[in-house]
């Protein structure tokens, strides 16, 4: 499987959305939507309306990462606002986390299951053969333009020997650059998310072709 790059929009200037999403849109089919509640995480970013204005200016796929509590609550209003693919915390949905699955499924949106760094594979190996992504965070969520945690890369491996799915999209996000990616892709994640390497640079265009 081609090496899915998902910028993430953390890192762009909130002023400048429209222009922001158009920089990276020749290079990339997806585009990755933190949203944060300042309760899950200790950051509040972006909700439903910025995502629903975001769906009207792109074509990109809108690659939802919700880091909220009770995130099934918001499920049908992301699924509406447009996104395409809805990934929730284990960690905050925890014994609703098949009805969450169940609830995304039923928007007709794919389903993406995340872990902080603290949290064991073995704690979602039920999950992992439910969904359609499986984020593997590597850095504590709330923030970008954080370091790598080396530790979490092993990671991949565990949830590859997990998965009975050929098709199973292994995300990696936080710290991501073009060394970090090699890591990353070697072990095999098929889709990494960057934020403040690619909006950071000097060229996106670079940029993005190195983390390929
Ligand atoms: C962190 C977010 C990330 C963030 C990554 O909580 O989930 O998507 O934007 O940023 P970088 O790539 O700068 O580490
Ligand atoms: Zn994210």
């Known amino acids: 499987m081609k090496t899915i790059i998902s910028p993430s929009i953390l890192s762009a ?19 990755h939507i933190d949203v944060m509640d300042g309760h899950f995480v200790p950051n509040i970013s972006i909700g439903v309306p910025v995502v629903k204005s975001i769906r ?6 809108l690659d939802t990462h919700l880091m909220i509590e009770n995130p099934i609550k918001y499920i ?10 809805v990934t929730f915390h284990y960690e905050a949905a925890k014994d609703k986390t098949i009805e969450t699955i169940k609830k995304i499924k039923e928007n007709n949106k794919k389903v993406g299951l995340s872990i902080k760094p ?13 969904v359609d992504l ?10 970008g333009g954080q370091k790598f945690m080396d530790e979490c890369a092993k990671k991949i491996t565990e949830i590859k020997n997990y998965s009975k799915n050929d098709n199973l999209i292994i995300q990696v996000d936080g710290g991501i650059n073009d060394k970090t990616a090699r890591i990353c892709t070697n072990l095999g994640a098929n889709c990494l998310v960057a934020g403040n390497y690619i909006y950071n640079s000097d060229n996106i265009e670079e940029a993005i072709k190195s983390l390929i």
């Open 118 to 130: 603290k949290t064991k594979v073995e704690e979602i190996k039920d999950y992992i053969n439910l």
């Open 56 to 61: 009207k200016i792109t074509n990109l796929f």
């Open 13 to 31: 200037d909130f002023a400048n959305l429209e222009k922001e999403i158009k920089k990276i849109e020749p290079y990339v089919s997806w585009l």
């Open 76 to 85: 049908d209003a992301f699924s509406l606002a447009g996104a395409d693919l």
């Open 134 to 143: 499986i984020l593997i965070m590597t850095v504590e969520p709330g923030f």
